[in-house]
């Protein structure tokens, strides 16, 4: 046997209570009084909810309802506001990133071409001095460690230009973000 069948639902009294009271939409001078009270203050107080139910002719309830979805609908739109500007924001440092870090390859490659003309001289050299040397174990050496200096160097340069490892957007973002009331 279910008790459902015994158990009044909600439903079951508004139906059964004909008499009960329909929710009533507020006329546009009611919103536009509320509207008023809420843009001077937020919050409402016991005492105002008393005035305002007087002069619109409505329940503190009804009152103490609008002001608490009023408050809400506000809340979400000061979100919203917040998110377009942080997202505006992070857009422009994003934008800002990727500008860098194309100026960063552009700066790799003029030191590695650098350093590459920087290697072809000393090899160039090197290659005259081995005519020169009475031995050609001597220059090959001379050329060698040369090479090694070199390929030294390029992976100096490269070091000192990883910019990636501190770059400070690679922190977290909300990190760097002033703080809003």
Known sequence: MHLS???PTALDK????GSQERKKRLTS???DSLEKSFQEEIK???DRKIKLSRELGLQP???????Q?????WKAKQIERLYDNLKQEFDSVSEEKQKLQEEVIKLRAVVREQATRKLGHAEKSGEEETVLESTSVAAASRKLRGHRQHQNSAEHCNYLLDVDEFNPVS???WALLPSYP
Do not use: G, K, M, T
Not at 14 to 17: D, F, G, Q, T
Not at 61 to 67: G, K, L, P, T
């Open 171 to 173: 922190s977290p973002y």
């Open 69 to 73: 979805n009023r408050r809400a609908r």
């Open 61 to 67: 309830r009804q009152i103490a309802v609008w002001f």
């Open 5 to 7: 069948r015994f158990v």
């Open 44 to 46: 409402l107080d016991p």
């Open 29 to 31: 001078d009611q919103l």
């Open 14 to 17: 508004i139906a059964s209570n």
